[in-house]
């Protein structure tokens, strides 16, 4: 079965740039959109941004300035970048597979916390 | 942007009730609509999607249903693993929206 696994560092320091990957198995990255989504301790979830596997992207407005997602199809993987970080940013965040014609996310990875903290 | 509004933020319920959650969009979606169903520490799942379709393994006491504005999350009879917070999402063109989410606590 389809399997997403989120990889990054846990513990970063204010305006570092986040980076964070998700390994795709058991599909090809082809011909999905895949996000990213994250959620502040104890908060609500908050949708990130797309990509489709040809490399086009959406993000959320409210993040679209600091935020990069880009894909690797030969290596079945896709990332998130988010620049300048501050505790705002501390969050378990979420890779998920977005099942387009259906406006849902039907596959997520786990979720990896990321902590930002002089 | 599209607002979502969840309602309630928490309900306490008993072993075998009827809950319904919903959610309302600030304007027509259609029928572009999930609910997830999110515990502890875990990732969210998804139930149901396009409003009312039931996603492949979720138990048929998981319903939904509504369109435009307007939708509702229906759980016909509670079970302990049913405890838990629920969301629900809009796809509104590539923006997608999550709502407040719900609670579901054990009265």
Redesign the interface.
């Given at each position: 079965q389809v399997q997403l696994q989120e990889s990054g560092p846990g513990l970063m320091k204010p305006s570092e740039t986040l980076s964070l990957t998700c390994s795709v198995s058991g599909a090809s990255i082809s011909p999905y959109y895949w996000?990213w989504?994250r959620q502040p301790p104890g908060k609500?979830?908050?949708?990130i941004g797309?990509i489709y596997y040809t490399g086009s992207t959406?993000y959320?407005?409210s993040l679209d300035s600091r935020v990069t997602i880009s894909v690797d199809t030969s290596k079945n993987q896709f990332s998130l970048k988010v620049n300048s970080v501050t505790s705002a940013d501390m969050a378990v965040y979420?890779c998920?597979r977005?099942?387009a014609n259906?406006?849902?996310?039907?596959v997520?990875?786990?979720?990896t916390m990321v902590t930002v903290s002089s | 942007d599209i607002q979502m509004t969840q309602s309630p933020s928490s309900v306490s319920a008993s072993v075998g009730d009827r809950v319904t959650i919903t959610c309302r969009a600030s304007h027509d979606v259609s029928s572009w609509l999930a609910w997830y169903q999110q515990k502890p520490g875990k990732a969210p799942k998804l139930l149901i999607y396009s409003a009312s379709r039931l996603q492949i393994g979720v138990p048929s006491r998981f319903s939904g249903s509504g369109s435009g504005t307007d939708f509702t999350l229906t759980i016909s009879s509670l079970q302990p693993e049913d405890f838990a917070t629920y969301y629900c999402q809009v796809a509104d063109r590539f923006r997608w929206t999550f709502g407040q989410g719900t609670k579901v606590e054990i009265k």
């Open positions: 996000g989504i609500g979830l908050e949708w797309f959406t959320n407005p979420y998920a977005a099942y259906r406006g849902s996310f039907d997520w990875g786990q979720g | -």
